[in-house]
Each structure stands twice: as structure tokens, then as C-alpha cells.
């Protein structure tokens, strides 16, 4: 699978699109580790989630498997901020990893970075690794998410995540189906699931959970979202807002 890549910029920012108007990916030219686009940094939430210093003295994440490489961003900012995570990156197209490296800023492979070309269903169902924070977008030309939008390849997921695990995934909200792929993620988590609001993109990210429970109150999402802002630089405070102002917190506090 290659789809027809094009490249665009404006006001500073350089985008990648699949032969469409539709945006796959960003990146500031002047900030290329930062996140540009509202649903990549949404993605990141699960910061806000798990303590980044484990019980055992481990850093949480330790391992991240990325499904969809896009303009690189997600890599980017975790390879950046992140240095205590590896990473492996698992895209269909080398079309899209050759972009990510031309235009895209995409780092070198290393002893903590790693690409893997190939189906990111099929990876998942065939090698029994796992890991602490699972990142899935992946979406062809027309918006679809074919096999990663499957239960069988949730529940594999699932499966695959740490006793700490978390797993994002990006759902095109103003989709058809997108109300259809929550109900499978819900489903595969065993309710251990929640979608924040949508973004003004209409991206909306959904968030599973397994191993050890969460909960985190309202005023603790803040405190840490400052508390990341001041570190790494990334702003979650308006997701925590919105999450706040959906009234998708029962009591205030999220649980998963």
C-alpha cells in the first residue's frame, strides 16, 4: 500500500495529506516536537492518567507502539520529550515513512526507536509483546480505518497492553460509523472505555484501559496537565476543561 502523498504549507505549519484535502498530519516548522493538531495532543492524555514513575522505579511509558505513522508527530514528541521511552512505530505504507523522514523530521532509528512496515492489525495479532501505552491511527485516503476498526483487533490489543496499560485511539467523530467503532472499543475493554468531546476537528479520541484501575479527579487532571505543560511543554488543559464541561465525569472524577 502506497497512497499518493502531498505535501502543503501555511502560516508555518506543513501538512500531509493522501492525495485529498483531508489533513493527515502536521507539524510546526519552527517547533517540530511540538503537537500541532488538537487530536495528537489528546493522544497524549494518558500522561495525565498513569504516573510517570512506577512503584518498581520504572518510568510509565516504558515501551509505546505507534499504529500509523502520519507526519511523525506522535514519534516525535515522545521520542523528544519522552527519553525514557521506547518506541516502535508500525505503518503499512513506506511511502509515509519516506515522507516522515523527507519533510517530516521523523528521528533515526536507534536502540530506542524502531519502524516496523507492515499491517498494524496483523502485528498486533501475531507477536506477543506488550506494552505500557498502545497509540492507533490509521486511516487511508477516505477516512477509513479497515481492520483497526475491528473487535477482534481491539481485543487483541487489549491483550497486549502492560498490567499498567493504556491504549489511544483516534475515531473520526463526524463518521458514520464512529458511534459503532466506540461500541467496539467499550465492548473489547469491558467498559474500561471512554471518549473525550470531540475536537473541533472532529476527531475524537478514545481511551481503554486494563490493569491496574484510575481515577483521578477533576482538580488532579488540572494539576498534572499543568504539571506536563511545564515539563514537555504540551497544553492539555483545555481537554481537561472540556472533559469537565461535558458533564462525562460522574462526580467529577474520571475512572477507568
Not at 496483523?122 to 483497526?148: C, F, K, M, N, P
Not at 467499550?186 to 475536537?199: E, G, L, V, W
Request: proline share 4%; net charge positive; aromatic share 8%.
Amino acid at each position: 500500500m502506497n497512497p499518493s502523498i502531498d505535501i502543503s504549507e501555511a502560516a508555518g505549519v506543513r501538512y500531509l495529506h493522501f492525495g485529498s484535502e483531508w489533513i493527515q498530519g502536521a507539524m510546526r516548522i519552527r517547533k517540530p516536537n511540538a503537537l500541532e493538531l488538537a487530536y495528537t495532543r489528546e493522544m497524549m492524555a494518558g500522561l495525565l492518567l498513569r504516573d510517570g514513575l512506577a512503584e518498581d522505579g520504572g518510568h510509565w511509558p516504558r515501551k509505546v507502539l505507534i499504529i500509523g505513522l502520519g507526519a511523525a508527530s506522535l514519534a516525535r514528541y515522545i521520542h523528544h520529550s519522552l527519553p525514557q521511552s521506547r518506541i516502535r512505530v508500525v505503518e503499512i505504507a513506506p511511502a509515509v515513512v519516506a515522507a516522515a523522514r523527507q519533510f517530516f523530521k521523523l528521528p533515526a532509528e536507534d536502540a530506542r526507536f524502531s519502524i516496523h512496515i507492515g499491517c498494524g492489525a496483523q502485528y498486533v495479532l501475531e507477536r506477543d509483546e506488550t506494552w505500557d501505552y498502545i497509540l492507533i491511527d490509521g486511516y487511508d485516503s477516505r477516512a477509513r480505518a479497515g481492520a483497526l476498526d475491528t473487535l477482534p483487533f481491539h481485543q487483541a490489543v487489549r491483550s497486549r497492553l502492560s498490567d499498567r496499560g493504556l491504549m489511544a485511539a483516534n475515531l473520526f467523530g463526524r463518521s458514520r460509523g464512529y458511534k459503532s467503532s466506540l461500541e467496539r472499543i467499550i465492548r473489547a475493554y469491558d467498559d474500561r472505555a471512554i471518549a473525550f468531546p470531540s475536537c473541533d476537528s472532529g476527531n475524537v479520541v478514545a481511551f481503554g484501559a486494563a490493569g491496574e484501575a484510575i481515577e483521578r479527579s477533576v482538580s488532579e487532571l488540572r494539576e498534572r496537565a499543568r504539571g506536563l505543560k511545564a515539563a514537555t511543554g504540551l497544553d492539555l488543559g483545555p481537554t481537561v476543561a472540556r472533559l469537565e464541561q461535558s458533564g462525562s465525569l460522574p462526580g467529577g472524577v474520571l475512572r477507568l
